[in-house]
């Protein structure tokens, strides 16, 4: 059995945010129908290298069950009412006011379903001022000051997965089990609101705090921490990347005994705290790249490895592909192609069964239309 067998979740979406929410409810065991316009949630196009799917929607949607439905059409308008007075979740990420202005707004469901869980996503929240900018991704990165702080020194740089969605995914799953056991207390649903803003704002927390109580934003600095040091990455002598990350000061003395081979440089009054070695990052990078400048990657960690350091390599995603640490699933694409993608990342250690190696298959558009349906009209409502 899994945690959320018997939950029906209805999910008005698209693109990443509540789709990345829903699945992981689906993998939990929530059965979800996914409602789709007759052309197709539009992240079906963002590619088709997942056996002809694109990898977006491979990653986000398998196991769920698609409906064709427009909410202006009278008949559809009712067989929606009659899944939503089943369901226990119903998550939309549409654009802001969309819902409501077809009848199915969150507050609206809540009173004509008590027991209903909803879940608005959107970019910036329902604050009027912002209600209706575009909100994809890269937009909100930008927003809320997160590519100034992202790249190399003198390089502005968008972080390389969609992270605001994904975050916003995530804290909108995290909201929706929370109501859930709220709900088990006091038998009533509630409403959820994130935004992908919200998300990225919370995530800046400590850069914001350095610019409003400091004076000061932190600086890009690449494949380098912005408040520590050494914590950052490192060329070997064939160009090969190494991030090493330093701690303490315990560790920083291991580092200068075992890497740099001089025990006293931890005593140095340029490096002999974090501070004075963030201050002084120019030569002591120098310092440190004389050093492995002159070492195979290889033997720049078997040294790492001694001193008990933390250390990770800069992966090209041909080596990602093959690390040790990778497991995987087997999904369906909606072609019926065998696609191998990474495993659930929550596992339950004492079933005996991995749920995160469990396949499923992506669905076609309205898959599932004929069957719901009929599953929820009765032969007058039909």
Known sequence: MLPLDGILVVAIEQAVAAPLCTARLQEAGARVIKIERASGDFARGYDAVAGGDSSYFMWLNQGKESLVLDFKNEQDAHLLHRILSEADVVVQNLAPGALTRAGFGSQQLRVKYPKLITCDISG??????????KAYDFLVQAESGLVSISGGENELGRIGVSICDIGAGMNAHAGILEALLKRDHTGKGCGIEVSLFGVAADWMTVPLLHYDYGGKAPK?????????????????????????????????????????????????????????????????????????????????????????????????????????????????????????????????????EDSRAKSTQVPTIGEHSHAIRAEFLSNTDS
């Open 220 to 352: 890009r600095v690449g494949l380098h921490h912005p408040s520590i040091a050494p914590y950052g990455g490192y060329a070997t002598n064939n160009g090969e990347v190494v991030i090493v990350a330093i701690q303490n000061e315990r560790e920083w003395t291991r580092f200068c005994e075992t890497i740099l081979g001089d025990v006293k440089i931890a005593t140095n009054p340029l490096f002999d705290s974090n501070n004075n070695r963030v201050k002084n990052r120019n030569a002591l990078d120098a310092m440190i790249l004389d050093i492995t400048e002159s070492l195979t990657r290889a033997s720049f960690i078997e040294k790492l490895q001694t001193a008990d350091l933390a250390f990770g390599s800069v992966n090209s995603i041909n080596d990602f592909s093959t690390h040790y640490a990778l497991q995987r699933r087997v999904g369906t694409s909606s072609t019926g192609e065998a696609i191998r993608h990474p495993a659930r990342p929550i596992g339950n250690i004492d079933s005996n």
């Open 124 to 133: 910036y929240g329902s604050n009027e001022t912002v209600a209706d900018m």
